[in-house]
Nanobody, 119 residues
């Protein structure tokens, strides 16, 4: 069993900041990647940012320079600055992990947290 506990979402005005966190626990041997995705109403889920290992990252073009992903052991953070109304979405945490040394990799998703950017 794997658990992902997300926190930090909410309502913020344009130009404001939010920090999301996602703590993974359970039957995890190693986490190869952690990431944040988002889904706005009427749109497909899209990658926001992802971190491989401890430092290698990639970002959606729309958030580069405004968002920063980081990781501390089995917790991933997303610092979101200069938020815009178009950042409004449900944000999902995701991990790619193995439950044993030689097991396949699996993806696991959190329940999502609503972030709303509005004046």
């Amino acid at each position: 069993q794997v658990q992902l506990v997300e926190s930090g979402g909410g309502l913020v005005q344009p130009g404001g900041s939010l920090r999301l966190s996602c703590a993974a626990s359970g039957s995890i041997f190693a986490i190869n990647a952690m990431g944040w995705y988002r889904q706005a109403p009427g749109k497909q889920r899209e990658l926001v940012a992802r971190i491989f290992g401890e430092e290698s990252t990639n970002y959606a073009d729309s958030v580069k320079g405004r968002f920063a992903i980081s990781r501390a052991e089995n917790t991933v953070y997303l610092q979101m600055n200069n938020l815009k109304p178009e950042d409004t979405a449900v944000y999902y945490c995701s991990i790619r992990y193995r439950h044993a040394l030689l097991s396949p990799q699996y993806d696991y998703w959190g329940q999502g947290t609503q972030d709303t950017v509005s004046s």
